[in-house]
Nanobody, 125 residues
Framework: QVQLVESGGGLVQAGGSLRLSCAAV????????MGWFRQTPGKEREFVAA???????YYADSVKGRFSISRDNAKNTVYLQMNSLKPEDTAVYSC???????????????????WGQGTQVTVSS
């Protein structure tokens, strides 16, 4: 069992930056691939970024070049650095943990077994 707690969300102006954190409690963090997803009302959860347990990172086209995912296995934490934020980035951001290392599954909600409660990110224009 893994428990995930996100933090770092908030209100920011367009062009600004935020860093989200996701702290994991439970089984060996380093053996899990970690992902960030986002969701807006009435829409399905959308892949944002993932970092595999072996270190490779993956991004949605919409955030590539603006967002950066990283992990600190010593702190059991994964981060999402978000720069050049746009109003369309407004969403609830959730982190997730899964044992898969398969690239397509890392981009899908089905690739993850554990989810955090989410943190709201609002970007004003």
């Amino acid at each position: 069992q893994v428990q995930l707690v996100e933090s770092g969300g908030g209100l920011v102006q367009a062009g600004g930056s935020l860093r989200l954190s996701c702290a994991a409690v439970g089984r060996t963090f380093s053996s899990y691939s970690m992902g960030w997803f986002r969701q807006t009302p009435g829409k399905e959860r959308e892949f944002v970024a993932a970092i595999a347990w072996f270190g490779n990172s993956y991004y949605a086209d919409s955030v590539k070049g603006r967002f950066s995912i990283s992990r600190d296995n010593a702190k059991n934490t994964v981060y999402l650095q978000m720069n050049s934020l746009k109003p369309e980035d407004t969403a609830v951001y959730s982190c997730a943990a899964g044992e898969t290392g398969n690239t397509p599954r890392l981009r899908a909600t089905s690739g993850y077994d554990y989810w955090g409660q989410g943190t709201q990110v609002t970007v004003s224009s």
